[in-house]
């Protein structure tokens, strides 16, 4: 295998990927705990990988664990392993996470979801570098390289005692924060390239033919809530979807449960037999845009720290809203005013004032 086979899908030429690379190669050589902050999809797990291959532990045991799939008790066992008779059903020793990546490297995602228990044994590890098994009263003395991850605000946590400050200060010595797709423009369609080059080389297909105009237009422009996993599904999906490889591709489906049979609204389960589907759509969240003829309702999630510039606010959203409409309508100006509710001349000056027209296209038979 190849050293460096895990970290394939760690491509890009924006500014803001480049310095994430740069600080991964100086912070890989060190036997220090890094934090890796960044949201869903952008690609920690990546990222976790390569600070491992490129330390002097790479040939070693590189171990990953999802903190958020195991309750508080299965997570402790998981982690630390447990000594026969210590709980029901354990009849002989079991060893952690934490032995079997000695000397290599142990990567915890999702970090935030840990309970206080648990956050006061991963101190003792980092401290000292030992731990007792669960049923156990013997330390255990191991050499283990901490990365973690998380999609949350951890200073923000520690704030109000959801997590351990003295933990965070321990894990803290350098931290990664991966940049959104949105905020890497320029990588998007290298990205896009590249999961589109794999898809048809897993489908056969002799060749890919790259994308029109249009397709590359729409990859470019939408906001991607889901980032590089999103991504890598819709860009698969149109290339599956392509009845032509000699063509290029130029359907994409932002969003495959999109459909004039999908149910709407959610059913509860006393009338799961007796009443219908009910035919109002639920609140949408901004991130989201709903299929023709139906209205937009905002559920704002944000935090907003005042005092705010709410004319700037405002505008700022109607452009965000407008252009996340464009692009679920393939640009066609005509959908995009149903999806917003406007007339389509309405629309027109919504895109003349923000300057948006270029966005849009001309010509919507």
Same mark, same amino acid.
Do not use: C
């Given at each position: 295998m190849s050293r460096f086979r895990q970290q394939d899908n760690l491509l890009g030429q924006s500014n803001s990927f480049l310095e994430v690379l740069e600080q991964i190669s100086q912070i890989a050589p060190l036997n220090k705990p890094v934090l890796i902050i960044g949201e869903r999809g952008t690609g920690k797990e990546l990222v976790a990988a390569r600070l491992h291959f490129l330390s002097k532990r790479w040939e070693q045991t590189y171990l990953k664990l999802n903190c958020a799939a195991l309750n508080e008790n299965l997570l402790e066992s998981e982690l630390f392993g447990y000594e026969a008779g210590a709980f029901t059903g354990a009849a002989k020793r079991r060893e952690g996470r934490f032995e079997t990546a000695?000397?290599?490297?142990?990567?915890?995602?999702?970090?935030?979801?840990?309970?206080?228990?648990?956050?006061?044994?991963? /101190?003792?590890?980092?401290? $000292?570098g030992e731990f007792e098994r669960v049923g156990? =009263?013997?330390?255990?003395?191991?050499?283990?390289?901490?990365?973690?991850?998380?999609?949350?605000?951890?200073?923000?946590?520690?704030? =109000?005692?959801?997590?351990?400050?003295?933990? @965070?200060?321990?894990?803290?010595?350098?931290?990664?924060?991966?940049?959104? /797709?949105?905020?890497?423009?320029?990588?998007?369609?290298? @990205?896009?390239?590249?999961?589109?080059?794999?898809?048809?080389?897993?489908?056969?297909?002799?060749?890919f033919s790259g994308f029109t105009? +249009?397709?590359?237009?729409?990859?470019?422009? $939408?906001?991607?809530?889901?980032?590089?996993?999103?991504?890598?599904? !819709?860009?698969?999906?149109?290339? $599956?979807?392509?009845?032509?490889?000699?063509?290029? !591709?130029?359907?994409? !489906?932002?969003?495959?449960?999109?459909?004039?049979?999908?149910?709407?609204?959610?059913?509860?389960?006393?009338?799961?037999? =007796?009443?219908?589907?009910?035919?109002?759509?639920?609140?949408?969240?901004?991130?989201?845009?709903?299929?023709?003829?139906?209205?937009?309702?905002? +559920?704002?999630?944000?935090? !907003?720290?005042?005092?705010?510039?709410?004319?700037?606010?405002?505008?700022?959203?109607?452009?965000?809203?407008?252009? +996340?409409?464009?692009?679920? =309508?393939q640009f066609n100006q005509k959908k995009t005013a149903d999806k917003l509710g406007l007339t389509y001349h309405q629309l027109r000056g919504y895109l003349k004032k923000y300057n948006l027209l270029e966005n849009a296209d001309e010509d919507d038979d």
């Open positions: 000695h000397n290599g490297t142990l990567f915890l995602d999702e970090l935030a979801n840990t309970s206080g228990m648990i956050q006061e044994k991963l /101190l003792r590890v980092i401290e $000292y156990g =009263s013997r330390s255990i003395k191991v050499d283990v390289r901490l990365v973690a991850a998380t999609n949350e605000d951890l200073p923000a946590l520690a704030d =109000s005692g959801e997590f351990r400050a003295d933990l @965070l200060d321990r894990l803290a010595f350098d931290v990664i924060t991966l940049p959104p /797709l949105r905020e890497r423009k320029d990588d998007i369609l290298m @990205l896009a390239e590249n999961f589109a080059i794999n898809m048809a080389r897993e489908l056969e297909m002799e060749l105009e +249009k397709a590359k237009r729409i990859l470019l422009d $939408y906001h991607w809530p889901g980032n590089i996993r999103e991504l890598k599904n !819709v860009v698969e999906r149109a290339v $599956y979807r392509s009845n032509n490889p000699n063509l290029p !591709v130029h359907q994409i !489906v932002l969003d495959p449960f999109e459909s004039a049979f999908r149910p709407k609204g959610r059913i509860k389960t006393q009338d799961r037999i =007796s009443a219908p589907i009910a035919q109002t759509a639920p609140p949408t969240v901004i991130n989201e845009i709903p299929k023709d003829n139906d209205k937009i309702k905002v +559920k704002p999630e944000a935090v !907003v720290e005042f005092p705010v510039d709410l004319k700037e606010l405002s505008q700022n959203f109607e452009i965000d809203l407008i252009n +996340k409409a464009l692009a679920d =309508s």
